[in-house]
Protein backbone atom coordinates (compact mmCIF):
# COMPACT_ATOMS: atom_id res chain seq x y z
CA UNK A 1 0.00 0.00 0.00
CA UNK A 2 1.43 3.26 -0.76
CA UNK A 3 0.18 6.62 0.74
CA UNK A 4 -0.65 9.51 -1.69
CA UNK A 5 1.79 12.62 -0.14
CA UNK A 6 4.37 14.86 -1.41
CA UNK A 7 6.56 13.05 1.57
CA UNK A 8 5.51 9.32 0.88
CA UNK A 9 5.14 8.23 -2.87
CA UNK A 10 6.06 5.35 -4.12
CA UNK A 11 7.71 3.01 -1.07
CA UNK A 12 7.88 5.61 1.21
CA UNK A 13 9.56 4.80 4.19
CA UNK A 14 11.10 1.84 2.75
CA UNK A 15 12.54 3.91 0.23
CA UNK A 16 16.35 4.79 1.35
CA UNK A 17 15.76 7.90 -0.38
CA UNK A 18 12.98 8.89 1.96
CA UNK A 19 15.53 9.48 4.81
CA UNK A 20 17.65 11.54 2.79
CA UNK A 21 15.33 14.21 2.96
CA UNK A 22 15.70 17.32 4.62
CA UNK A 23 14.23 16.80 8.67
CA UNK A 24 11.75 18.89 8.36
CA UNK A 25 10.50 16.47 5.21
CA UNK A 26 10.27 14.36 7.20
CA UNK A 27 8.56 15.41 9.90
CA UNK A 28 5.71 16.61 8.11
CA UNK A 29 5.80 13.18 6.57
CA UNK A 30 5.13 11.70 10.21
CA UNK A 31 2.51 14.00 11.21
CA UNK A 32 0.32 13.11 8.29
CA UNK A 33 0.73 9.44 9.17
CA UNK A 34 -0.24 10.25 12.59
CA UNK A 35 -3.23 12.32 11.31
CA UNK A 36 -4.62 9.09 9.79
CA UNK A 37 -7.05 6.84 10.87
CA UNK A 38 -5.22 3.91 11.03
CA UNK A 39 -1.54 2.61 11.34
CA UNK A 40 0.01 2.30 7.55
CA UNK A 41 1.64 -0.90 5.99
CA UNK A 42 4.71 -0.48 4.11
CA UNK A 43 6.42 -2.84 1.63
CA UNK A 44 9.75 -4.39 2.36
CA UNK A 45 12.12 -3.91 -0.40
CA UNK A 46 14.29 -7.20 -1.46
CA UNK A 47 17.70 -6.54 -1.06
CA UNK A 48 20.43 -9.12 -2.86
CA UNK A 49 20.86 -11.71 -0.36
CA UNK A 50 18.48 -10.74 2.04
CA UNK A 51 14.71 -11.62 1.01
CA UNK A 52 12.29 -8.70 2.14
CA UNK A 53 9.15 -10.06 3.99
CA UNK A 54 5.44 -8.75 3.50
CA UNK A 55 6.04 -5.40 4.70
CA UNK A 56 5.56 -3.50 7.99
CA UNK A 57 2.81 -1.77 9.97
CA UNK A 58 4.28 1.83 11.16
CA UNK A 59 2.99 2.88 14.33
CA UNK A 60 3.32 6.47 14.88
CA UNK A 61 1.18 7.56 17.65
CA UNK A 62 3.12 7.73 20.88
CA UNK A 63 0.18 5.84 22.18
CA UNK A 64 0.42 2.59 19.82
CA UNK A 65 3.91 2.94 20.22
CA UNK A 66 4.03 3.07 23.96
CA UNK A 67 1.17 0.24 23.99
CA UNK A 68 3.08 -2.47 21.75
CA UNK A 69 6.24 -1.86 24.33
CA UNK A 70 3.94 -2.76 26.73
CA UNK A 71 2.62 -6.19 25.84
CA UNK A 72 5.40 -8.28 24.86
CA UNK A 73 3.62 -11.65 25.18
CA UNK A 74 1.72 -9.68 22.01
CA UNK A 75 4.70 -7.64 20.89
CA UNK A 76 7.58 -9.90 20.30
CA UNK A 77 11.59 -8.67 20.35
CA UNK A 78 11.97 -12.29 18.63
CA UNK A 79 13.59 -13.09 15.88
CA UNK A 80 15.06 -9.35 15.74
CA UNK A 81 14.53 -5.65 16.62
CA UNK A 82 17.03 -3.93 14.58
CA UNK A 83 16.57 -4.88 11.58
CA UNK A 84 13.28 -5.28 8.97
CA UNK A 85 14.23 -8.05 7.10
CA UNK A 86 14.89 -11.73 9.39
CA UNK A 87 18.23 -11.78 9.74
CA UNK A 88 20.10 -14.57 8.25
CA UNK A 89 21.23 -17.14 10.97
CA UNK A 90 24.63 -16.40 10.15
CA UNK A 91 24.33 -12.45 11.60
CA UNK A 92 21.84 -14.15 14.00
CA UNK A 93 24.77 -15.32 15.83
CA UNK A 94 26.55 -12.35 16.53
CA UNK A 95 23.53 -9.56 16.90
CA UNK A 96 21.52 -11.85 18.61
CA UNK A 97 21.48 -10.42 22.21
CA UNK A 98 18.79 -9.97 24.32
CA UNK A 99 17.66 -6.67 22.87
CA UNK A 100 16.03 -9.44 20.56
CA UNK A 101 14.88 -12.08 22.96
CA UNK A 102 11.68 -12.34 24.73
CA UNK A 103 11.42 -13.46 28.53
CA UNK A 104 12.62 -15.61 30.37
CA UNK A 105 15.96 -15.86 28.30
CA UNK A 106 15.73 -11.75 28.32
CA UNK A 107 14.86 -11.70 31.65
CA UNK A 108 17.79 -14.20 32.95
CA UNK A 109 20.36 -12.32 30.98
CA UNK A 110 19.06 -8.80 31.87
CA UNK A 111 19.12 -9.95 35.06
CA UNK A 112 23.19 -10.67 35.26
CA UNK A 113 23.86 -7.72 33.52
CA UNK A 114 21.98 -4.78 34.87
CA UNK A 115 24.07 -5.37 37.81
CA UNK A 116 26.57 -3.18 36.04
CA UNK A 117 23.76 -0.38 35.65
CA UNK A 118 22.67 0.38 39.45
CA UNK A 119 23.05 3.59 40.81
CA UNK A 120 25.46 2.33 43.03
CA UNK A 121 27.82 1.24 39.88
CA UNK A 122 26.95 4.41 38.32
CA UNK A 123 28.39 6.73 41.16
CA UNK A 124 31.38 4.89 41.07
CA UNK A 125 31.63 5.99 37.12
CA UNK A 126 30.97 9.22 37.94
CA UNK A 127 34.74 10.65 38.58
CA UNK A 128 35.58 8.97 35.38
CA UNK A 129 33.09 10.50 33.52
CA UNK A 130 34.12 14.01 35.20
CA UNK A 131 37.57 13.37 34.33
CA UNK A 132 36.95 12.58 30.48
CA UNK A 133 34.67 15.67 29.73
CA UNK A 134 37.05 17.46 31.22
CA UNK A 135 39.76 16.09 29.32
CA UNK A 136 38.13 16.60 26.29
CA UNK A 137 37.32 20.10 26.85
CA UNK A 138 41.24 20.79 27.73
CA UNK A 139 41.80 19.38 24.06
CA UNK A 140 39.17 21.76 22.77
CA UNK A 141 40.71 24.60 24.45
CA UNK A 142 44.37 24.19 23.55
CA UNK A 143 43.12 23.73 19.79
CA UNK A 144 43.82 20.55 19.16
CA UNK A 145 41.56 18.21 16.72
CA UNK A 146 40.24 18.25 13.87
CA UNK A 147 37.13 21.15 14.23
CA UNK A 148 34.79 18.01 13.55
CA UNK A 149 32.58 17.83 16.59
CA UNK A 150 31.77 14.32 16.35
CA UNK A 151 35.63 13.43 16.78
CA UNK A 152 36.37 16.06 18.59
CA UNK A 153 34.15 15.93 21.59
CA UNK A 154 31.29 13.74 20.74
CA UNK A 155 32.53 10.18 20.07
CA UNK A 156 35.21 10.64 23.13
CA UNK A 157 33.24 10.44 26.25
CA UNK A 158 31.20 7.20 25.50
CA UNK A 159 33.39 5.43 24.11
CA UNK A 160 35.59 6.00 27.16
CA UNK A 161 33.09 5.08 29.20
CA UNK A 162 32.20 1.89 28.09
CA UNK A 163 35.58 0.59 27.16
CA UNK A 164 36.43 1.63 30.64
CA UNK A 165 33.57 -0.86 32.02
CA UNK A 166 34.27 -3.10 30.25
CA UNK A 167 38.06 -3.24 30.74
CA UNK A 168 39.06 -3.12 27.17
CA UNK A 169 42.78 -2.38 26.40
CA UNK A 170 43.54 1.01 25.08
CA UNK A 171 44.98 -0.73 22.05
CA UNK A 172 41.84 -1.98 21.17
CA UNK A 173 39.80 1.15 21.39
CA UNK A 174 40.07 2.48 17.60
CA UNK A 175 39.32 -0.99 16.69
CA UNK A 176 35.87 -0.48 18.75
CA UNK A 177 35.22 2.15 17.42
CA UNK A 178 35.24 1.69 14.13
CA UNK A 179 33.96 -1.80 13.86
CA UNK A 180 30.56 -0.24 15.84
CA UNK A 181 30.12 2.77 12.80
CA UNK A 182 30.27 0.10 10.43
CA UNK A 183 27.75 -2.10 12.22
CA UNK A 184 25.12 1.16 12.52
CA UNK A 185 26.33 2.61 9.63
CA UNK A 186 25.11 -0.28 7.19
CA UNK A 187 23.14 1.59 5.16
CA UNK A 188 25.31 4.95 4.84
CA UNK A 189 27.82 5.15 2.11
CA UNK A 190 30.40 6.15 4.25
CA UNK A 191 30.49 2.50 5.78
CA UNK A 192 28.40 0.24 3.92
CA UNK A 193 26.13 0.36 1.04
CA UNK A 194 24.01 3.83 0.54
CA UNK A 195 21.35 4.03 -1.80
CA UNK A 196 22.95 2.57 -5.14
CA UNK A 197 21.70 -1.14 -3.85
CA UNK A 198 23.16 -4.05 -5.79
CA UNK A 199 24.86 -7.03 -5.59
CA UNK A 200 28.09 -6.04 -5.32
CA UNK A 201 27.32 -3.32 -3.12
CA UNK A 202 25.43 -5.53 -0.30
CA UNK A 203 27.65 -8.36 -0.73
CA UNK A 204 30.62 -5.97 0.22
CA UNK A 205 28.62 -3.69 2.97
CA UNK A 206 27.59 -7.74 4.01
CA UNK A 207 31.19 -8.95 4.34
CA UNK A 208 32.43 -5.55 6.11
CA UNK A 209 29.35 -6.69 8.60
CA UNK A 210 30.50 -9.61 9.40
CA UNK A 211 33.66 -9.11 9.94
CA UNK A 212 32.81 -6.17 12.31
CA UNK A 213 30.58 -8.46 14.64
CA UNK A 214 33.15 -11.67 14.53
CA UNK A 215 36.00 -9.04 15.37
CA UNK A 216 34.36 -7.57 18.40
CA UNK A 217 33.37 -11.15 19.43
CA UNK A 218 36.58 -12.40 19.20
CA UNK A 219 38.08 -9.41 21.35
CA UNK A 220 35.91 -10.15 24.19
CA UNK A 221 35.82 -13.90 23.98
CA UNK A 222 39.67 -13.39 24.76
CA UNK A 223 39.00 -10.90 27.40
CA UNK A 224 36.50 -12.79 28.90
CA UNK A 225 39.38 -15.91 28.63
CA UNK A 226 42.04 -13.84 30.76
CA UNK A 227 39.23 -12.61 33.30
CA UNK A 228 38.29 -15.59 33.88
CA UNK A 229 42.04 -16.69 34.88
CA UNK A 230 43.10 -13.50 36.48
CA UNK A 231 39.99 -11.22 37.24
CA UNK A 232 39.84 -7.11 37.30
CA UNK A 233 37.99 -4.59 38.09
CA UNK A 234 35.31 -4.52 35.50
CA UNK A 235 32.08 -5.47 33.68
CA UNK A 236 33.75 -8.62 31.85
CA UNK A 237 35.04 -9.82 35.31
CA UNK A 238 31.56 -9.87 36.53
CA UNK A 239 29.46 -11.15 33.63
CA UNK A 240 32.38 -14.26 33.74
CA UNK A 241 32.24 -14.96 37.37
CA UNK A 242 28.92 -13.52 38.44
CA UNK A 243 26.17 -15.73 38.60
CA UNK A 244 22.83 -15.20 39.08
CA UNK A 245 20.17 -17.90 40.51
CA UNK A 246 23.21 -20.18 39.15
CA UNK A 247 22.95 -18.68 35.94
CA UNK A 248 26.21 -17.38 34.21
CA UNK A 249 26.87 -15.96 30.26
CA UNK A 250 27.74 -18.17 27.95
CA UNK A 251 30.53 -17.25 25.98
CA UNK A 252 28.46 -16.40 22.87
CA UNK A 253 26.47 -14.63 24.99
CA UNK A 254 29.04 -12.20 26.40
CA UNK A 255 30.20 -11.55 22.94
CA UNK A 256 26.34 -10.41 21.63
CA UNK A 257 26.19 -8.49 24.99
CA UNK A 258 29.07 -6.61 24.22
CA UNK A 259 28.18 -6.19 20.46
CA UNK A 260 24.59 -4.40 22.15
CA UNK A 261 26.43 -2.56 24.18
CA UNK A 262 28.99 -1.20 21.90
CA UNK A 263 26.53 -0.28 19.64
CA UNK A 264 23.39 0.79 21.52
CA UNK A 265 25.30 2.71 24.19
CA UNK A 266 28.18 4.45 22.14
CA UNK A 267 26.62 5.31 18.63
CA UNK A 268 23.35 6.65 20.18
CA UNK A 269 25.14 8.65 22.93
CA UNK A 270 27.49 9.91 20.67
CA UNK A 271 24.56 11.47 18.11
CA UNK A 272 22.71 12.55 21.24
CA UNK A 273 25.81 14.69 21.88
CA UNK A 274 25.81 15.88 18.38
CA UNK A 275 22.53 17.08 18.02
CA UNK A 276 22.20 19.09 21.36
CA UNK A 277 25.53 21.42 20.10
CA UNK A 278 23.23 21.58 16.84
CA UNK A 279 19.72 22.35 18.66
CA UNK A 280 21.73 24.70 21.17
CA UNK A 281 23.09 26.54 18.60
CA UNK A 282 20.15 26.60 16.41
CA UNK A 283 17.69 27.95 19.42
CA UNK A 284 19.86 30.71 20.74
CA UNK A 285 17.06 31.59 23.17
CA UNK A 286 17.52 27.84 24.76
CA UNK A 287 21.24 28.24 25.23
CA UNK A 288 20.90 31.21 26.73
CA UNK A 289 18.18 30.02 29.13
CA UNK A 290 20.91 26.83 29.68
CA UNK A 291 23.99 29.10 30.25
CA UNK A 292 21.79 31.08 33.04
CA UNK A 293 21.63 28.17 35.19
CA UNK A 294 23.00 24.83 33.88
CA UNK A 295 22.61 23.18 36.92
CA UNK A 296 18.71 23.70 37.16
CA UNK A 297 17.71 23.25 33.21
CA UNK A 298 20.28 20.75 32.81
CA UNK A 299 18.03 17.81 32.99
CA UNK A 300 15.30 19.41 31.36
CA UNK A 301 17.92 20.07 28.35
CA UNK A 302 19.01 16.59 28.15
CA UNK A 303 15.26 14.71 27.97
CA UNK A 304 14.43 17.36 25.19
CA UNK A 305 17.85 16.59 23.16
CA UNK A 306 16.62 13.06 23.44
CA UNK A 307 13.01 13.56 22.68
CA UNK A 308 13.37 16.20 19.47
CA UNK A 309 16.44 14.27 18.02
CA UNK A 310 15.50 10.81 18.71
CA UNK A 311 19.08 8.95 18.26
CA UNK A 312 17.12 6.01 17.60
CA UNK A 313 14.32 6.13 14.90
CA UNK A 314 12.67 3.00 15.45
CA UNK A 315 12.71 -0.43 16.40
CA UNK A 316 10.62 -3.50 15.07
CA UNK A 317 8.62 -6.02 16.77
CA UNK A 318 6.99 -9.27 15.56
CA UNK A 319 2.93 -10.31 16.23
CA UNK A 320 3.23 -13.29 18.50
CA UNK A 321 -0.81 -13.62 18.04
CA UNK A 322 -3.69 -11.83 16.56
CA UNK A 323 -4.47 -8.70 18.62
CA UNK A 324 -6.11 -5.27 17.81
CA UNK A 325 -4.16 -2.37 17.88
CA UNK A 326 -6.55 1.24 18.85
CA UNK A 327 -9.28 -0.48 17.13
CA UNK A 328 -6.96 -1.93 14.28
CA UNK A 329 -6.75 -5.90 13.60
CA UNK A 330 -2.88 -7.06 13.23
CA UNK A 331 -2.45 -10.70 12.63
CA UNK A 332 -0.22 -12.98 14.15
CA UNK A 333 3.51 -12.72 12.35
CA UNK A 334 3.11 -9.41 10.65
CA UNK A 335 6.34 -6.77 11.58
CA UNK A 336 5.49 -3.72 13.35
CA UNK A 337 7.73 -0.50 13.58
CA UNK A 338 7.66 1.05 16.69
CA UNK A 339 8.61 5.19 15.30
CA UNK A 340 9.96 6.85 18.05
CA UNK A 341 10.42 9.65 16.51
CA UNK A 342 7.14 10.32 15.54
CA UNK A 343 5.87 9.08 18.81
CA UNK A 344 7.85 12.03 20.19
CA UNK A 345 6.61 14.68 17.85
CA UNK A 346 2.75 13.15 18.90
CA UNK A 347 0.83 16.93 19.11
CA UNK A 348 -2.20 14.24 21.16
CA UNK A 349 1.01 14.36 24.48
CA UNK A 350 3.20 17.30 23.68
CA UNK A 351 2.03 21.23 23.25
CA UNK A 352 3.63 22.40 20.38
CA UNK A 353 5.54 19.56 19.42
CA UNK A 354 8.19 20.60 16.58
CA UNK A 355 9.16 23.62 19.45
CA UNK A 356 12.70 22.45 20.89
CA UNK A 357 12.19 23.38 24.82
CA UNK A 358 14.16 23.04 27.63
CA UNK A 359 11.30 23.23 30.12
CA UNK A 360 9.44 21.29 28.84
CA UNK A 361 7.45 19.68 31.81
CA UNK A 362 6.02 16.90 31.73
CA UNK A 363 8.34 15.45 28.95
CA UNK A 364 7.40 11.85 28.52
CA UNK A 365 9.23 10.82 25.46
CA UNK A 366 9.85 7.69 24.60
CA UNK A 367 13.78 8.14 23.00
CA UNK A 368 14.62 5.36 25.49
CA UNK A 369 12.04 3.61 24.43
CA UNK A 370 8.57 2.26 25.51
CA UNK A 371 7.59 1.54 29.07
CA UNK A 372 8.59 -2.28 29.20
CA UNK A 373 10.47 -5.21 29.62
CA UNK A 374 13.38 -3.43 26.83
CA UNK A 375 13.21 -0.30 28.19
CA UNK A 376 16.99 1.26 27.69
CA UNK A 377 19.56 -0.14 29.81
CA UNK A 378 21.81 2.67 29.54
CA UNK A 379 19.64 5.60 30.09
CA UNK A 380 20.85 6.62 33.34
CA UNK A 381 24.35 6.06 32.05
CA UNK A 382 23.20 8.15 28.72
CA UNK A 383 21.78 11.21 30.81
CA UNK A 384 25.01 11.12 32.82
CA UNK A 385 27.72 11.53 30.36
CA UNK A 386 25.48 13.64 28.23
CA UNK A 387 24.97 16.04 31.29
CA UNK A 388 28.45 16.32 32.30
CA UNK A 389 29.78 17.34 28.61
CA UNK A 390 27.55 20.22 27.76
CA UNK A 391 27.90 21.04 31.31
CA UNK A 392 31.69 20.98 30.61
CA UNK A 393 31.19 22.81 27.68
CA UNK A 394 28.83 25.41 28.13
CA UNK A 395 30.86 26.69 31.26
CA UNK A 396 34.47 26.55 30.09
CA UNK A 397 33.69 27.21 26.77
CA UNK A 398 29.95 29.22 26.47
CA UNK A 399 31.13 30.60 23.41
CA UNK A 400 31.17 27.09 21.35
CA UNK A 401 28.82 26.88 18.19
CA UNK A 402 28.44 24.77 15.09
CA UNK A 403 29.12 26.19 12.03
CA UNK A 404 27.49 24.24 8.80
CA UNK A 405 24.29 21.69 9.05
CA UNK A 406 25.38 18.14 10.12
CA UNK A 407 26.92 15.59 7.77
CA UNK A 408 23.59 13.24 8.51
CA UNK A 409 24.22 9.37 8.30
CA UNK A 410 21.87 7.63 5.58
CA UNK A 411 20.10 5.35 7.86
CA UNK A 412 16.57 4.85 8.88
CA UNK A 413 17.11 3.30 12.10
CA UNK A 414 19.85 5.44 13.91
CA UNK A 415 19.53 9.74 13.48
CA UNK A 416 23.24 9.99 13.16
CA UNK A 417 25.49 13.06 12.79
CA UNK A 418 28.49 11.88 11.10
CA UNK A 419 30.57 15.23 10.96
CA UNK A 420 29.40 18.96 12.37
CA UNK A 421 31.94 21.55 11.85
CA UNK A 422 32.40 23.75 14.80
CA UNK A 423 33.96 26.53 16.50
CA UNK A 424 34.97 27.79 19.95
C1 LIG B 1 20.89 8.78 24.12
C2 LIG B 1 21.34 7.55 24.25
C3 LIG B 1 20.49 6.30 24.08
C4 LIG B 1 19.32 6.11 23.40
C5 LIG B 1 18.51 7.14 22.60
C6 LIG B 1 18.95 4.71 23.57
C7 LIG B 1 17.80 4.15 23.05
C8 LIG B 1 17.34 2.87 23.36
C9 LIG B 1 16.06 2.34 22.99
C10 LIG B 1 15.00 3.08 22.18
C11 LIG B 1 15.96 1.07 23.49
C12 LIG B 1 14.71 0.18 23.47
C13 LIG B 1 14.78 -1.05 22.61
C14 LIG B 1 13.49 -1.81 22.52
O1 LIG B 1 12.48 -1.48 23.15
O2 LIG B 1 13.47 -2.80 21.75
C15 LIG B 1 17.23 0.79 24.13
C16 LIG B 1 17.57 -0.42 24.72
C17 LIG B 1 18.84 -0.68 25.23
N1 LIG B 1 19.86 0.23 25.44
FE1 LIG B 1 19.82 2.18 25.00
N2 LIG B 1 19.91 4.10 24.33
C18 LIG B 1 20.87 5.03 24.66
C19 LIG B 1 21.99 4.82 25.43
C20 LIG B 1 22.40 3.60 25.92
C21 LIG B 1 23.61 3.36 26.67
C22 LIG B 1 24.63 4.42 27.09
C23 LIG B 1 23.66 2.00 26.89
C24 LIG B 1 24.70 1.19 27.62
C25 LIG B 1 25.92 1.51 27.85
C26 LIG B 1 22.48 1.42 26.32
C27 LIG B 1 22.16 0.08 26.35
C28 LIG B 1 20.94 -0.45 25.98
C29 LIG B 1 20.61 -1.85 26.13
C30 LIG B 1 21.53 -2.94 26.71
C31 LIG B 1 19.29 -2.00 25.66
C32 LIG B 1 18.49 -3.31 25.56
C33 LIG B 1 17.67 -3.51 26.79
C34 LIG B 1 16.87 -4.79 26.77
O3 LIG B 1 16.65 -5.38 25.69
O4 LIG B 1 16.47 -5.22 27.85
N3 LIG B 1 21.74 2.41 25.73
N4 LIG B 1 18.04 1.91 24.07
Sequence with gaps: MTVRTAGLAGLGLSDPMFWTRPLAERDAAFAHLRSLPAPVRFP?????????????????????????????????????????????????????????????????????????????????????????ARGIVDGVLRGEGTGDFVTDVAARLPLKIICDMMGIPEADREMVLERSNVILGIGDPEYGVGSQISPVSVGLALTRLLDAG?????????????????????????????????????????????????????????????HALKLLTVHEDQRALLLADPAARMPGAIEEVVRYATPVIQFRRTLARDTVLNGHPLREGEKVLLFYNSANRDEAVFADPDRFDITRSPNPHVGFGGPGPHFCLGANLARREIGVMLRELYTRVPSVRSTAPPDRLLSGFINGVKHLPYEV
Design 44 to 132: EIDVPFIKGGDGYWALVRHADVVEASRRPEVFSSEPTTNSIADMPGYLARFFGSMINMDDPRHAKIRRIVSRAFTPRMLARLDDRIDET
Design 214 to 274: MELQLLIRRLGRERRRRPGDDLVTALVHGNVDGERLTDQELGSFFILLVVAGNETTRNAIS
